[in-house]
């Protein structure tokens, strides 16, 4: 099973109360999962809102499950900033 980093952004991070954290993932849905299940409760409601990137690509529109992890890859979380 693949180890990834998800990188957590600006209310992730204050939600997830880390800023990364490793999770044994193959797909990005996995690893969402785990980091629901780490992270119950504030976390759970701010991920419904945020865009992913898995090592530097947007997944945009793409289902997480058809989404696949590399080992050592980087799943970065960023919920919707304001501003510019």
């Not at 099973?1 to 957590?8: A, H, Q």
């Amino acid at each position: 099973m693949p180890k990834v980093t998800v990188r957590y952004w600006a209310a992730a991070k204050a939600a997830a109360g880390v800023a990364e954290e490793s999770h044994d993932a193959a797909t990005l849905a996995e690893a969402l999962d785990a980091a629901r299940a780490r992270h119950p409760g504030e976390l759970v409601r701010v991920l419904q809102r945020c865009s992913f990137l898995v090592d530097g690509d947007p997944v945009g529109t793409r289902e997480h499950e058809t989404v696949r992890l590399a080992d050592g890859g980087t799943v970065e979380v960023l919920p919707p900033f304001a501003g510019g």
